[in-house]
């Protein structure tokens, strides 16, 4: 069974910094893709950030410059450092990792449980 344990959230000043984490544990051949989303209450669930296997990574416009998404595959972990932090970056952030469980079985999409973020003065 797979799990995706996150940590990192919390409360912070306009401006202040956090960083998030999800890490993937259980039984399962390899993660692809992975990602974080954010969902703001009576939002739609949005990206935020992913990162290929290979690093290549993609950025919602609203947190270009001020986020950075990363991973360390050795660790099954994937990051999001939040800079500059604004009040409409508060929400709920779930992580979310593709994984082929058994090899030569397609990519199945796992959801952590969410990190709540808020950002006040």
């Known amino acids: 069974q797979v799990q995706l344990v996150e940590s990192g959230g919390g409360l912070v000043q306009p401006g202040g910094s956090l960083r998030l984490s999800c890490a993937a544990s259980g039984s399962f051949f390899r993660l692809y893709s992975m990602g974080w989303y954010r969902q703001a209450p009576g939002k739609q669930r949005e990206l935020v950030a992913t990162?290929?296997?290979?690093?290549?990574?993609n950025y919602a416009d609203s947190v270009k410059g001020r986020f950075t998404i990363s991973r360390d595959n050795a660790k099954n972990t994937v990051y999001l450092q939040m800079k500059s932090l604004k009040p409409e970056d508060s929400a709920v952030y779930y992580c979310?990792?593709?994984?082929?469980?058994?090899?030569?079985?397609?990519?199945?999409?796992?959801w952590g449980q969410g990190t709540q973020v808020t950002v006040s003065s």
């Open positions: 979310n990792v593709e994984i082929r469980v058994v090899v030569g079985r397609g990519l199945v999409d796992y």
């Open positions: 990162i290929t296997r290979t690093d290549n990574t």
